[in-house]
C-alpha cells in the first residue's frame, strides 16, 4: 500500500469520528509506530485538519529506531500538513509516558509484519523450535533450492567425505530435537494454539505481543495497577487502582498483512520487489511474516475494545472511499492526474490484491464493553485453527543437533 497517496487519508475520518465519539477532548496526540517517510503522518494531518481536531493537537510521537529516516522525518516539519506540530522520537513504545490528559491516537502501518517471529512444530513431545543452521555441516544432500522451504533433515551418522556441495544458500531450517523453555511457552501462549493437531506448524511473534499489549495501556483510560507510579505494595489492587487519574483514553488503527489466525508458513524475503529464499543475501532483503490478529487482540484484552479485523476494502469503503474518490477526481487537472487517482484507488481495495490481504482492527478506550465502532459492524465468525503444515513435509521429520 502506498500510504502517501491523497486517497489513504480516508482514515483520518476514522480518527475524527472516535475523537468526537470521545467528547472532543481539548488535547489530542498523534502517534505512529515505524512511520517510514512520514508521509502517511502527513495525510492524516491533512484529513483532520479539516473537521478542527488540528486545532486540539499537542504533538506528533514517533516511535522510529532508525536514524537516516529520523532525518527524513524531521524535514518534514517544514510541510504545510505538519504546520507548528512539534514532533518527538523515541526508539521503544515503552518510552512515551500515559498523558490521561490527552487522547492519544495511533496508527500502525505494515509495522507489525517486519517484527522477528518463532516457528514452531508441535510433536508428541510437545512445540519444538525451529531453527537456523549452517549448511557447511552437510555432507550428504546438497542444500535446499530457493523454492524450498521445508524443515531441513539431517542424518549426521551417514556423512561422507567424498560427497560434494552443490552451490546455493549457506544456511537451512532444522527442528530442534527437544522442546525448549522458550518453545513451550510460545506454544502455549495463547489458547488457540493448544488446539492444534501434532504436526502443525505456527508462527510466533513475542515481540508483536509485548507491543500491541502496551499500546492498549497507552490507550486505556484506565491503565492496570502496575502502571501506577509509586504504588505501594501493601495496597490491594482495586485501591492502587483508585489512585490513578483515569484519562481520556484514545484509539487506534493496526493495518497490515494478515488475517485473525495463526499462520504456519509465511515468512518471506522480498528484494527489488520480488520473492526470493530467505537464505540467499541475508541482510539485504526485507523480511516479513504474516500478522496473527487474533493474537495481538489477546495481547490488549482487558486494557480496549479491539473490532474487526476488517479487510482493507471493507474499511475503505464503508469509510466513504468512493466519495473521496470522486471529489479527488473533479479536482484533477489533467486525465492522466485522474488516471493516477483511479488506479491508486483501485489497488487498494482490489480484492485480488491489497484489498484482500491488508486487515485494518480497530481499537478504542472502551474495554470491557459490546459497543461497536463504525465501520466495524459485526465481529467476524470465530477462526477454526487449521493444522498448517509444509508442502511435501513427513510429520515424521527428524530433528538435527545442529542449531543456531
Known amino acids: 500500500m502506498n500510504p502517501s497517496h491523497p486517497v489513504f487519508g480516508t482514515s483520518g475520518i476514522w480518527f475524527v469520528s472516535q475523537w468526537a465519539n470521545a467528547g472532543k477532548p481539548t488535547s489530542v496526540r498523534l502517534v505512529e509506530l515505524g512511520p517510514g517517510r512520514g508521509t502517511l503522518m502527513a495525510d492524516i494531518l491533512r484529513t483532520i485538519s479539516k473537521f478542527g481536531l488540528s486545532q486540539s493537537l499537542t504533538g506528533v510521537h514517533f516511535v522510529e529506531t ?16 505538519y504546520g507548528d506540530v512539534k514532533l518527538h522520537w523515541y526508539n521503544s513504545i515503552t518510552e512515551i509516558p500515559r498523558s490521561p490528559s490527552e487522547y492519544t491516537i495511533l496508527v500502525a502501518h505494515e509495522f507489525f509484519d517486519a517484527l522477528p517471529i518463532h516457528v514452531l512444530q508441535k510433536k508428541e513431545t510437545g512445540w519444538h523450535e525451529v531453527l537456523i543452521a549452517s549448511t557447511d555441516d552437510l555432507q550428504t544432500s546438497p542444500p535446499p533450492s ?65 507491543i500491541a499489549h502496551h499500546v492498549g495501556r497507552l490507550l486505556a483510560a484506565n491503565p492496570p495497577p502496575s502502571d501506577i507510579p509509586g504504588r505501594s505494595r501493601s495496597l490491594p489492587q482495586d485501591e492502587k ?81 468512493p466519495i ?53 459492524i459485526r465481529e467476524q465468525e470465530p477462526v477454526q485453527e487449521e493444522p498448517v503444515k509444509k508442502q511435501g513435509h513427513d510429520e515424521s521429520t527428524e530433528t538435527s543437533s545442529s542449531s543456531a
Request: proline content about 5%; hydrophobic content about 35%.
Open 66 to 81: 532508525s536514524q537516516a529516516l529520523r532525518s527524513v522525518q524531521e524535514q518534514l516539519q517544514s510541510s504545510p500538513h
Open 324 to 376: 473521496r474518490v470522486d471529489a479527488l477526481l473533479r479536482g484533477a487537472k489533467s486525465e492522466e492526474r485522474r488516471k493516477v487517482i483511479q488506479d491508486a484507488a483501485s489497488r487498494l481495495v482490489d480484492l485480488n490484491g491489497m484489498g484482500k490481504e491488508y486487515k485494518v482492527l480497530g481499537i478504542t478506550s472502551t474495554a470491557g464493553t459490546d459497543v461497536e465502532a463504525y465501520p466495524f
Open 146 to 210: 530457493s523454492e524450498n522451504k521445508d524443515v531441513e533433515t539431517t542424518n549426521e551418522s551417514t556423512t561422507q567425505e567424498n560427497s560434494t556441495i552443490t552451490p546455493g544458500p549457506r544456511l537451512r531450517r532444522v527442528l530442534s530435537p527437544q522442546p525448549s523453555a522458550a518453545s513451550m511457552l510460545l506454544g502455549h501462549s495463547s489458547p488457540r494454539f493448544d488446539k492444534l493437531p501434532v504436526g502443525s506448524f505456527i508462527e510466533v511473534s513475542p515481540t508483536s505481543f509485548r
Open 241 to 321: 487502582a483508585e489512585k490513578e487519574e483515569v484519562g481520556v483514553g484514545g484509539c487506534g488503527l493496526f493495518i497490515d498483512y494478515g488475517g485473525a489466525n495463526v499462520f504456519g508458513d509465511s515468512f518471506r524475503a522480498f528484494k527489488q520487489h520480488k520473492i526470493v529464499d530467505t537464505f540467499d543475501q541475508p541482510g539485504e532483503c526485507d523480511l516479513t511474516a504474516n500478522v496473527d490478529f487474533a493474537y495481538l487482540k489477546e495481547a490488549m484484552s482487558g486494557l480496549v475494545s479491539t473490532h474487526g479485523p476488517l479487510t482493507q476494502s471493507s474499511f475503505l469503503e464503508r469509510m466513504g472511499l
